[in-house]
């Protein structure tokens, strides 16, 4: 019995690890730490690469004192517009003067997830990526209404990964210093819309003759649809072209649920109707030229 007992605990005792199963442990650890080194490395080198960048782009707290390039109006005596100076053709539009349906048009078509991110939305990239596949076209961007902004007021249109960094670093700057409500602000006053118009006052009266306020569900989805391509999307132009991109646009504000299938359908439905430029009324040019040149004079 006493041999059996010696047997039984000789067989049943663990055998010792074999060489190649220490040498494979030392290998994964060596792995991980491996692994922890370049991942610490690499986060260090982005944060210094992230505060290079930072000190060199402009300080995004000056849109405190946005001031841009605005249009001025020449009056008659008798309250007619007889003409009109600018460099950028813009006026200035505070947010609550903005109808709430323009608003959603833009978000719907730019950036379905404007009050859901910090300046950059890897989910909205990532769904553009796969509805460009799909359509095996360019239909869909990634960037957000803030990097618009931010490249639109401090960048150049150059397509490179140096601005691309930028541009990023910019939008999350801008989103820690602004609300949502003040970015879109500035974006919608921003953007050129074509034919000389910046923002979408100015866009409102060069197409259609009116005011924002004024404007209906196709010609709102019109608006929205030509900051992508101003020259492309011109309805002026390109109506065809034009009329798809509107379509789009409203597909993507039905899908938004911010318009019935029935309100889609009607503005689908719609041609379009535009006001070719603005009429004054006869005034001589030379006059005209005259006031302006009296204006940078006086007030340069």
């Known amino acids: 019995p006493t041999d059996l007992i010696r047997r039984h605990r000789v067989l049943t005792m663990k055998k010792p690890p074999k060489k190649k199963t220490r040498w494979f442990r030392w290998i994964l650890t060596g792995l991980v730490v491996l692994l922890v080194l370049v991942f610490f490395a690499s986060a260090g080198a982005g944060y210094f690469l992230y505060t290079q960048i930072l000190n060199d782009l402009p300080d995004v707290s000056q ?20 003409g009109k100076f600018y460099i950028e053709k813009r006026i200035l539009l505070p947010f609550s003067e903005v109808p709430d349906l323009l608003i959603k048009a833009f978000i719907a078509i730019e950036d379905a997830r ?10 909205g990239i990532s769904r553009a990526f796969w509805a460009n596949l799909r359509a095996k076209q360019i239909t869909q961007g990634g960037s957000t209404i803030t990097q618009q902004l931010a490249k639109n007021l401090f960048l150049s249109p150059e397509r490179t990964i140096q601005r691309k960094s930028k541009e990023i670093i910019l939008a999350m700057e801008i989103e820690k210093r602004f609300n949502k409500k003040e970015i879109l602000e500035l974006y919608l006053n921003q ?50 072209s034009a009329l798809k991109r509107r379509s789009m646009v409203l597909v993507r504000m039905y899908g938004e649920h911010f318009i019935t299938l029935e309100q889609k359908r009607a503005a689908e439905a719609e041609p379009i109707s535009l006001i070719r430029k603005e009429k004054y009324p006869d005034v001589s040019a030379y006059f005209i030229e005259h006031i302006r040149k009296y204006l940078m004079d006086r007030y340069g």
């Open 63 to 82: 849109l405190r004192e946005y001031r841009p390039s605005l249009m001025s109006t020449v009056y008659s005596d008798n309250n007619e517009v007889v």
């Open 114 to 123: 404007v009050y859901h991110h910090g300046g950059i939305d890897l989910q």
């Open 191 to 240: 953007i050129y819309f074509g034919e000389g118009a910046y923002g979408v006052e100015a866009a409102a009266e060069t197409y259609f003759g009116k005011h924002v306020k004024d404007l209906t569900l196709p010609e709102t989805a019109m608006l929205a649809g030509l900051p992508k391509s101003p020259a492309h999307f011109n309805p002026f132009k390109d109506a065809d």
